[in-house]
């Protein structure tokens, strides 16, 4: 299956605070969830290129978190944290993102968002549906402003590509 003719949908819900990104994949349910959930897999893809995301820390898991490094190809380094407040496996996982220090000391500075991020088996595709909260309009505006829309689409063809 060609990849154009697969879900793409990016769409900002400012009144309710709210990024919506409808993606479809051309694999199977197992193959996409191992590589949102796994360290070895989703350090191939979740950063846009020249960027690489790197794992320190990953315990996928209701109160487990995520702590990664996003490096730029100039030696800049911006760290994460997802902290999983829900796994449902092979249907859904919540969780809250944030900018943080190497350490997972989170970022007051900068938004903290809400990712629900579904699956969907649809036979010989996955359908992923990602809905991402904010607390306030601005920090959707910030989110956008940082490129998050650029890179994410960019990030999810370095998806198709793992996948393939």
């Not at 290129?49 to 109160?63: C, H, I, R, S």
């Not at 991402?132 to 590509?161: H, P, Q």
Request: proline share 4%; net charge negative.
């Amino acid at each position: 299956m060609k990849t154009s003719a697969l879900t793409m949908n990016f769409s900002v819900d400012k009144e309710n605070k709210r990024i919506n990104v409808e993606r479809e994949f051309a694999a199977p349910l197992q193959k996409v969830w191992a590589a949102w959930t796994e360290s070895r897999l989703i350090d191939q893809w979740w950063a846009p290129k020249p960027w690489k995301a790197e794992t320190k820390f990953l315990n996928f898991v209701p109160g487990g978190h995520w702590l990664y490094a996003m490096k730029g190809p100039e030696g800049d380094t911006q760290w994460c944290r997802a902290d999983y407040t829900s796994v449902i496996p092979y249907k859904k996982f919540e969780g809250k993102d944030a900018f943080c220090d190497e350490n997972g000391n989170v970022n007051n500075d900068l938004p903290a968002v809400t990712w629900n991020v579904e699956f969907f088996d649809k036979k010989d595709t996955t359908l992923v549906k990602i809905a991402i909260s904010f607390n306030k309009v601005s920090d959707v505006d910030k989110y956008l402003e940082m490129g998050f829309r650029e890179g994410f689409l960019a990030a999810l063809e370095n998806l198709d590509a793992l996948l393939q």
